[in-house]
């Protein structure tokens, strides 16, 4: 009686962290310089200067101070850390959130398989707590690999319209600087990401940051390669004193040509993916619906009795 109300436990407080710990990673940003700042202690917190922390600073910070000591541990926080940045959760206290969540699904799958598997033998108990532990690992780093690729498709899908209208807003006399800001402030509410991406790089160059440095971060963040195009192409044109507004909207054709080609390849790619669930559901289901009433009355035949079958 025990040991399933200590497992109904465990599972209602491992669902009520996924919950909690998916709602904190996924939940938006609004403010360009509080985001940057954040993200500065995001770093610092997940390099060297994680070791001086100890156990001061909170429960997140002792967690990661902890898993800093396991050997790899460096690694995986800063690899964590990337990914998150990728993915657009740049809140300091991401990592420490993700981590707790990976440990906690992982805990979830080893008590649900030794739930499972108390009444089989040695082999068996071997062979499934090493798939809990699979499992238990991979399923959270897939998810946060899609929450990167959403981002990330996100960004390219806005980055053609964007480009257009700070091409504009260029020809128009501003500054860059004052372009993009404007450019951030129009798109907010139609392609948020990029906004807040456009914003920060203002807010670095204002807070003295070379512009090419700031672009680099810009790119390091995002991970795209049409974004690391168009920082190169900033650069350029502010070094060698070129014309950026016609580039730029040159440069926005050619980003529209190439959504207008990822869109009709996923148009391609979706009759393909639609046979599987026409292989496995309908085609079964269409079998039996048009074959099985001439089946039963060729059988019924056979057996030598005539008229309909009873």
Excluded: C
């Excluded at 948020?192 to 512009?211: D, I, S, Y």
């Excluded at 963040?221 to 690391?228: F, L």
């Amino acid at each position: 009686m025990l040991m399933p109300l200590f497992f109904i436990t465990l599972a209602a407080a491992t669902l009520a962290a996924l919950v909690w710990a998916g709602v904190e990673l996924l939940r938006g940003r609004e403010d360009p310089l509080a985001a940057r700042l954040e993200e500065l202690q995001a770093h610092a917190m997940s390099t060297s200067a994680r070791r001086t922390v100890r156990h001061r600073g909170g429960f997140i910070n002792s967690f990661l101070y902890l898993i800093s000591l396991v050997p790899g541990g460096e690694g995986y926080l800063r690899d964590t850390e990337e990914q998150l940045v990728q993915g657009g959760m740049r809140q300091r206290w991401a990592v420490g959130v993700y981590a707790l969540f990976q440990l906690a699904f992982l805990l979830a799958f080893l008590g649900a398989m030794a739930y499972f598997q108390r009444a089989n033998d040695g082999l068996s108990v071997l062979v499934g707590m090493g798939a809990a532990v699979l499992l238990g690992w991979l399923l959270p780093r897939q998810v946060l690999y899609f929450a990167v690729r959403r981002y990330r498709r996100k960004l390219a899908d806005a980055l053609p319209d964007t480009v257009d209208l700070l091409g504009v807003v260029l020809g128009t006399g501003l500054a860059l600087d004052q372009a993009m800001l404007r450019v951030s402030e129009e798109m907010e509410f139609i392609y948020p990401e990029l906004a807040a991406e456009f914003a920060t790089v203002v807010m670095q160059v204002k807070a003295g940051q070379e512009r090419a440095k700031a672009f680099r971060q810009l790119v390091r963040r995002t991970g795209i390669e049409d974004i690391k195009a168009l920082a190169a192409m900033i650069v350029q044109s502010e070094r060698f004193g070129t014309s950026l507004s016609q580039a730029l909207k040159v440069y926005a054709d050619s980003l529209r040509g190439r959504r207008r080609l990822r869109a009709e390849t996923a148009v391609a790619k979706a009759g393909i993916k639609m046979l599987i669930p026409i292989v496995l559901f309908i085609l079964p289901a269409l079998f039996v619906v048009t074959l099985v009433p001439g089946v039963i009355t060729i059988l019924h035949n056979l057996s030598g009795g005539f008229g309909p079958p009873r």
